[in-house]
């Protein structure tokens, strides 16, 4: 009996397909785990426009007691929401606007002073949790930022320092807090390489921009 190769040897044609399957096959995967997710866009106008800044932990705060400058100092506000300043021992800041603020401790130094009048200037911006802009994945510079009004996507990209060599920027998302966890859908490839402005887009308080990484 003639003996065969059979099984040891592919012939050209053979291997040709099978190289060309599998490359379809590496391709229709990375086309399905590359291409921007089915969220909807991201709404260009966030609407923020009645926006008040809340005091956060780690915010600093200038205390102005008008015609007692022994009461008005510089004060950081604790990593538990308050602060201390002579006569108050502990005042609760987190969450506040400083006219709130201002009233609280205005309270608490009646029982000391005739008539006090304190005014609350915020020179360190941090913000509560609840309303810091968060940005993670292929950033370059990951980080949180305290949110401002009017504050938009390209801002937070500045800030970042845009994106790494390995993002998937048109499959970025925004998760809206303030929309109940819903995510969005952004073209950060758009607008940071292309400097396409129309993928330009507002941000909300409590924003979390995820940014994946490229198949390839």
Known sequence: MKPTNKGLTISPLKSFRRTAYIASLALAFCVAGCTTPGYPPAP?????TDYNYHIGPL???????WRNPELSMVVPVRPDGKLTTPLIDDVQALGKTPTELERDMEK????YIRD????????????????????????TKPQILAYR???????VMIAVGGL??????NAASVFRV???????SVRLKDLVKRGDITANVE???????????SWF
Do not use: C, H, S, W
């Open 44 to 48: 260009r106008d966030a609407a923020t």
């Open 59 to 65: 915010d600093t705060v200038n205390v102005i007691v």
């Open 108 to 111: 608490a130094l009646v029982k």
């Open 116 to 139: 006090p009048v304190v005014t609350v200037i915020v020179t360190n911006f941090i913000g509560p949790a609840n309303e810091q802009i968060r940005i993670i994945g292929e950033a």
């Open 149 to 155: 009004k009017d504050m938009t996507l390209l801002d």
């Open 164 to 169: 790494t060599d390995f993002a998937d920027g």
């Open 178 to 184: 303030a929309d109940g966890g819903k995510l969005y």
């Open 203 to 213: 941000m909300r308080p409590g924003d979390i921009v995820i940014i994946p990484q």
